[in-house]
């Protein structure tokens, strides 16, 4: 059993990742804001929380020690990334920079997964074969920027890494729907479920032959649809007609994918479309009942 850290480890994906990989036996550190509530791992063995920061090397120096593993998910996300670059790339960039020298001042330098994103090749819309792993960067907002600064500190790090660019996460739960939607209604997307998604982050530990590569992690074939698709699909399940829905009057960074290779080492797509929208539908008829 391995010794693992995670940044932002008091988020939604945080605690779910937590909680899949104490299953499996491992020690964990979770890693977050002091203001962060820390409740959900309290009692559990093998488990400290760490109430810091990435960005103050005496919080890293306490999380990091033994640890063998480290799953770095902390970050701004969209939209707030949006509302203020200075604030987006301190967290981001800087915060990773930090993560990144106090791995390699470790007298044991841990294995780094990152979380990076598909939002780093920007608008796509204009290409008809799938985006695999090695298409070419082209960001275009602050959020995708931080990403590409990252991993380029990632890569020069001279750490083991294995460098995750992860689509935009489908969660089944009683949601408003967004306003608008991040995508144009006939743009091409391919989301993820959360479980599938954290499905893969567990298999990568102990696996060395992910490391030193760039891993896209999407839903998969089944989740290849139009954005007007998947919204009528979800609004049927939400009880929400699609003439209520708006889409953006541009593309977003969203695409179809090419995650043979990442299926082929992990096998973490076993969550289909149709699976997702009918375990959305019990959510929101429990919610409602």
Same mark, same amino acid.
């Given at each position: 059993?391995?010794?693992?850290?995670?940044?932002?480890?008091?988020?939604?994906?945080?605690?779910?990742?937590?909680?899949?990989?104490?299953?499996?036996?491992?020690?964990?550190?979770?890693?977050?804001?002091?203001?962060c509530?820390f409740?959900?791992?309290?009692?559990?063995?093998?488990?400290?929380?760490?109430?810091?920061?990435?960005?103050?090397?005496?919080?890293?120096?306490?999380?990091?020690?033994?640890?063998?593993?480290?799953?770095?998910?902390?970050?701004?996300?969209?939209?707030? /990334?949006?509302?203020?670059?200075?604030?987006?790339?301190?967290v981001?960039?800087?915060?990773?920079?930090?993560?990144?020298?106090?791995?390699?001042?470790?007298e044991?330098?841990?294995?780094?997964?990152?979380a990076? /994103?598909?939002s780093?090749?920007?608008?796509?819309?204009?290409?008809?074969?799938?985006?695999?792993?090695?298409?070419p960067?082209n960001?275009?907002?602050?959020?995708?920027? /931080?990403?590409?600064?990252?991993?380029?500190?990632?890569?020069?790090s001279?750490?083991?890494?294995?460098?995750?660019?992860?689509?935009?996460?489908?969660?089944?739960?009683?949601?408003?729907?967004?306003?608008?939607?991040?995508?144009?209604?006939?743009?091409?997307?391919?989301?993820?479920?959360l479980?599938?998604?954290?499905?893969?982050?567990?298999?990568?530990v102990?696996?060395?032959?992910? &490391?030193?590569?760039? &891993?896209?992690?999407?839903?998969?074939?089944?989740?290849?649809?139009t954005?007007?698709?998947y919204?009528?699909?979800?609004?049927e399940?939400?009880?929400?007609?699609l003439?209520?829905?708006?889409?953006?009057?541009?593309?977003?960074?969203?695409?179809?994918?090419?995650?043979?290779?990442?299926?082929?080492?992990?096998?973490?797509?076993?969550?289909? &479309?149709?699976?997702?929208?009918?375990?959305?539908?019990a959510?929101?008829?429990?919610?409602l009942a």
């Amino acid at each position: 059993m391995a010794e693992i850290l995670i940044t932002g480890g008091a988020g939604n994906l945080g605690r779910m990742l937590a909680s899949a990989l104490r299953k499996e036996g491992h020690g964990l550190r979770i890693l977050d804001l002091p203001s962060c509530d820390f409740s959900f791992c309290s009692g559990w063995e093998k488990t400290r929380a760490v109430a810091g920061n990435i960005l103050d090397p005496d919080s890293l120096k306490e999380a990091l020690a033994g640890v063998d593993w480290v799953f770095h998910l902390a970050a701004i996300l969209p939209p707030a /990334s949006e509302a203020d670059r200075a604030r987006t790339f301190r967290v981001n960039v800087e915060g990773t920079r930090s993560l990144l020298e106090a791995c390699a001042s470790s007298e044991k330098a841990p294995k780094v997964v990152f979380a990076s /994103s598909v939002s780093v090749w920007g608008d796509t819309s204009r290409e008809t074969d799938l985006i695999g792993p090695d298409h070419p960067v082209n960001p275009n907002d602050w959020y995708a920027e /931080s990403k590409v600064e990252a991993e380029r500190l990632l890569f020069a790090s001279g750490l083991p890494y294995a460098n995750l660019r992860i689509s935009a996460i489908s969660i089944p739960v009683f949601l408003d729907p967004p306003e608008p939607w991040p995508f144009t209604a006939e743009q091409r997307i391919e989301l993820v479920a959360l479980a599938d998604l954290v499905r893969a982050l567990v298999r990568i530990v102990g696996r060395d032959s992910a &490391l030193g590569r760039t &891993l896209l992690i999407a839903g998969g074939p089944t989740w290849q649809v139009t954005g007007a698709r998947y919204v009528e699909l979800w609004g049927e399940a939400m009880e929400i007609p699609l003439e209520d829905m708006r889409f953006q009057d541009r593309p977003g960074w969203l695409n179809w994918y090419d995650t043979g290779a990442s299926q082929a080492l992990l096998d973490f797509q076993q969550t289909t &479309l149709p699976d997702f929208m009918a375990r959305l539908r019990a959510a929101v008829e429990e919610e409602l009942a």
